[in-house]
């Protein structure tokens, strides 16, 4: 799958701008937008020469979770059909955080007006999250009589906010807004919803910064390390890690550009 027709691609060197692209029904997730999310970040695992993804809604809503006026999607969920093909239906969407916490790319998140249901679990499921003022967020699935614990939610969310938190909005389905999400440390900052673009640039800029190893590494040891089974076993990954890292021409030219106070020029080698 090349050509996306409810994703929007841009390439700015080794970042990409990925834009959730069904404005007009604030970007709910019919079969096509799930599939294309699913290829997308699918590819990603293998392709170096991607280092950070920023994701954004176009319109007013980054994403209103999945499109129930989508008939397809009603007809898939096992309300209407078996439990069998509504399970290969949920998996469908669930695919889409696995590979995202799979990829090696670091990536952030721009949140502004409704991010609900799935929209939710994609923003869970990023490295970083900044948000627009207008920024609303929850757990919808428990608001039309499913379980809250989807899409990751139940995994993510207490990691992020804690288990007192992520049981109120999961148990209610209510909303938590751009302020309390930064206070909860949900999110890293707030900005007026037509700076967000703005505000992601500085760390792309500081990312861009580091050995692309370096980056891939330490998401993939903060993935591991979330559930490690002891501080033994966190370590031995860090130590791994370094020792990778340290064999590399990049770890060389860090150190150079830090000793001359310039700019690192990295190659990935």
Known sequence: MTDYKTLIVEKEGAVDWLTLNRPDALNAMNPELVDELQDYFGKLYTDHSVRIVVIKGAGRAFCAGL?????????????????????????????????????????????????????????????IRIAGKSARMNAAFIRIGLSACDIGVSYFLPRLVGVTIASELMMTGRFINADRAERVGLV????????????????????????????????????????????????????????????TQDFREGISAFLEKRRPEYTNS
């Open 188 to 247: 890293s900052e707030v900005v007026e919803d037509d700076r967000l673009e703005e505000a992601a640039k500085p760390y792309i800029e500081e990312m861009l910064t580091t050995s692309p190893l370096g980056l891939r590494l330490t998401k993939e040891c903060l993935n591991m390390s979330v559930d490690a089974g002891s501080l033994e076993a966190a370590v031995a990954m860090e130590d791994r890690n370094q020792i990778l890292c340290a064999q």
């Open 67 to 127: 499109d129930l006026k989508d008939r397809s999607n009603r007809d898939d969920s096992g309300a209407s059909g078996s439990p069998q093909a509504g399970l290969v239906s949920q998996r469908r969407i669930s695919e889409i955080v696995m590979r995202m916490r799979r990829c090696p790319q670091a990536i952030i998140s721009l949140v502004h007006g409704p991010a609900c249901g799935g929209g939710f679990a994609l923003a869970l499921a990023s490295d």
